[in-house]
């Protein structure tokens, strides 16, 4: 532990952490450190016991802990039953581990051995990987709603028809329709999707011109940003129906003192517009309204598993049975 023996061996004795539960293993990166971190870590012999309530500094030898417990069971297990409630009344629980932050690098090694995980300068975690048919190793980082997003097939479902009453109350400005609820050309609506999502990044659309005035066009942008220069649907006078699908940035919307996933659609010429949507793009899955999830309200995960195990599977396929 450090150069006075006799003191050693009785904080072993005392707080004693590792004692039995495994052998010291060359390969495995990293150390093992349990308890609070004190100022000055302690210095440990190899073979040598971590000791809780300071720093174990292995030095330049790597630390591991190995064993055979069953397939269902771990071999380490760290817990950290501390719990508080944030400002807002959530209650939020302390951090079993924390791997720190290497200062000096923002991603670690691709020659480090397969499996090991490590964090950049600015908290992105790494691992060290293998990918079937490629020689060789890689790092990937780990996938967050920080750096990361997903796309998240939704039912499709009509978010606007402005041809009926009924299908525009998710028009936030409907001062822009004329009587019959058409778009007045010129004008711009903005459409609530607060039904389908929390803090989109984009959303899958089909838009339709429905019984245009003229020849025109229609822009979908996010609600917000100042509308482009380009067009999403092209239309001639005199044509029923002009559909096209687009992938719209998100955008937010004031609704009184709140504030929503917006979209907007421009058109240049008086016409009625429908909107349908298919998926949305967010950095969670808890940004979306599970009631339009495939499947209701059961989790995406547990629906992919079950579709999963339904499937032939073909001879290379090495996923979950």
Do not use: C
């Amino acid at each position: 532990m450090n150069d006075k023996a006799g003191d050693a061996e009785q904080n072993v004795n005392r707080r004693r952490v590792l004692k039995g539960a495994g052998v010291v293993a060359a390969g495995a990166a990293g150390a093992v450190v349990a308890g609070a971190v004190a100022a000055t870590p302690a210095h440990a012999a190899a073979g040598g016991n971590a000791i809780l309530g300071v720093a174990n500094d292995a030095g330049a030898s790597p630390t591991g802990v190995t064993a055979a417990p069953t397939a269902d069971r771990e071999t380490l297990e760290l817990a950290n039953t501390t719990t508080f409630n944030d400002a807002n009344g959530v209650a939020r629980g302390g951090a079993p581990l924390r791997l720190v932050p290497n200062p000096n690098a923002d991603f670690i090694s691709d020659s480090a051995p397969v499996g090991s995980v490590g964090v950049g300068r600015d908290g992105t975690m790494w691992t060290v990987v293998t990918v079937p048919g490629q020689p060789g190793q890689f790092r990937a980082f780990t996938f967050t709603d920080f750096n990361a997003n997903f796309l998240v097939a939704l039912n499709p479902d009509r978010v606007i028809d402005t041809r009926g009453p009924g299908a525009r109350g998710r028009i936030l400005n409907p001062q822009v329709l004329d009587g019959i609820g058409r778009v007045v050309g010129g004008n711009t609506i903005n459409i609530d999707l607060s039904d389908y999502t929390v803090g989109a990044t984009a959303v899958f659309v089909n838009i339709t011109a429905v019984q245009p005035t003229g020849n025109g066009f229609l822009t979908a942008f996010a609600t917000g940003s100042p509308q482009p220069p380009v067009s999403n649907v092209n239309y001639s006078g005199g044509q029923f129906a002009v559909p096209n699908f687009a992938v719209v940035p998100g955008g937010v919307a004031q609704v009184g003192a709140e504030f929503h996933d917006a979209i907007s659609v421009f058109t240049a010429v008086t016409t009625h517009v429908i909107v349908d949507i298919t998926a949305v793009q967010v950095p969670s899955i808890a940004q979306v309204n599970p009631a339009h999830l495939p499947g209701g309200a059961a989790a995406p995960n547990q629906l992919r598993a079950q579709a999963v195990r339904k499937l032939s599977k073909p001879s290379w396929y090495k996923g979950q049975s």
